[in-house]
T-cell receptor, first 115, second 113 residues
Framework: DTEVTQTPKHLVMGMTNKKSLKCEQH?????MYWYKQKAKKPPELMFV???????INESVPSRFSPECPNSSLLNLHLHALQPEDSALYLCASSQIVSATNYGYTFGSGTRLTVV | GESVGLHLPTLSVQEGDNSIINCAYS??????FIWYKQESGKGPQFIID?????DKRQGQRVTVLLNKTVKHLSLQIAATQPGDSAVYFCAGVMKTSYDKVIFGPGTSLSVIP
């Protein structure tokens, strides 16, 4: 298995809703990432988990709450979002130990629309 | 500062011709570089990577060249096909306890049939 799987693919939510994005990989990668991507822009890093511990929070608002329940799963909990939070949310994973194949792999993303 | 950027935001190429997408970077601390292809509505798809101690690497129909002297990276696509139409990102990566990825702004490649 060489994929990062994200669910759902599309999500529409109101500003008072609570929802969660899910990400799963079975490549044995011990680093997992959340990115936000607006249209025609490169992905912007939000969070990094290394060995299931939060390593980096790129000053993301608290209405985004990440969770890494185990080495294969990464969640992003959403609450009280704003319309400007509408974007493509990407999950990625990578090996931590240096190797010939660095294996930095993205999922297909969740297209989030906040109404 | 840390940045990876592209010279041209858009590129149009005739089907069958070769494409060259360029990228300039400023951070010499990158351990390796990656080229990604992103089609509309999809996540970035890995194309090819190159270690910082290499000058050239070839894949299937793609070649990446790295010139550390002028901090320049390029992606060459041979015999460009309509399916190659997408946005291409270069990215510099530093390995620590995780991979710190710095993306360039992207180049939109359009293939003319």
């Amino acid at each position: 298995d060489t994929e990062v799987t994200q669910t759902p693919k599309h999500l529409v939510m109101g500003m008072t809703n609570k929802k969660s994005l899910k990400c799963e990989q079975h490549m044995g990668h011990r680093a997992m990432y959340w990115y936000k991507q607006k249209a025609k822009k490169p992905p912007e890093l939000m969070f990094v988990y290394s060995y299931e511990k939060l390593s980096i929070n790129e000053s993301v608002p608290s209405r985004f709450s990440p969770e890494c329940p185990n080495s294969s799963l990464l969640n992003l909990h959403l609450h009280a979002l704003q319309p400007e939070d509408s974007a493509l949310y990407l999950c990625a994973s990578s090996q931590i130990v240096s190797a010939t194949n660095y294996g930095y792999t993205f999922g297909s993303g969740t297209r989030l629309t906040v109404v | 500062g840390e940045s990876v950027g592209l010279h041209l935001p858009t590129l149009s190429v005739q089907e069958g011709d070769n494409s060259i997408i360029n990228c300039a970077y400023s951070n010499s601390a990158s351990d390796y570089f990656i080229w990604y292809k992103q089609e509309s509505g999809k996540g970035p798809q890995f194309i090819i990577d190159i270690r910082s101690n290499m000058d050239k690497r070839q894949g299937q129909r793609v070649t990446v060249l790295l010139n550390k002297t002028v901090k320049h990276l390029s992606l060459q696509i041979a015999a460009t096909q309509p399916g190659d139409s997408a946005v291409y990102f270069c990215a510099g990566v530093m390995k620590t306890s995780y991979d710190k990825v710095i993306f360039g702004p992207g180049t939109s490649l359009s293939v003319i049939p």
